[in-house]
């Protein structure tokens, strides 16, 4: 069974930075794409990053562009987002995910097949 569990998340001043992680098991980890989202209170699930197996191909919501970093390490089983320049909008529960189509990169929270519980981040004003 595939499991995600994030951590990383917690309490920071505006315009500073966070890494998350994420870890995965229950399969090969290097051969499926692996994303983050978020979601506000009151608000819609927000793509947020994604980056594909071979982290070759790497995508970002607008909201985020220069700002945060999506990485992994295959070898650890782990998917990680660098959040620079911490915003107060930025605050709200992250989550990690996947599909369970080889190949498939994250973009669209609608198709995830598998999410992690999520880990919250808050930026203080």
């Known amino acids: 069974q595939v499991q995600l569990v994030e951590s990383g998340g917690g309490l920071v001043q505006t315009g500073g930075s966070l890494t998350l992680s994420c870890v995965a098991s229950?399969?090969?980890?290097?051969?499926?794409?692996m994303g983050w989202f978020r979601q506000a209170p009151g608000k819609e699930r927000e793509f947020v990053a994604a980056?594909?197996?071979?982290?070759?191909?790497?995508y970002y919501g607008d909201s985020v562009k220069g700002r945060f970093s999506i990485s992994r390490d295959n070898a650890e089983n782990t998917v990680y987002l660098r959040m620079n320049i911490l915003k107060p909008e930025d605050t709200a529960l992250y989550y990690c995910a996947s599909h369970n189509r080889i190949g498939v990169i994250p973009t669209d929270a609608a198709s995830i097949d598998y999410w992690g519980r999520g880990t919250q981040v808050t930026v203080s004003s």
């Open positions: 229950g399969r090969t980890f290097s051969a499926y794409g």
């Open positions: 980056i594909s197996g071979s982290s070759i191909i790497k």
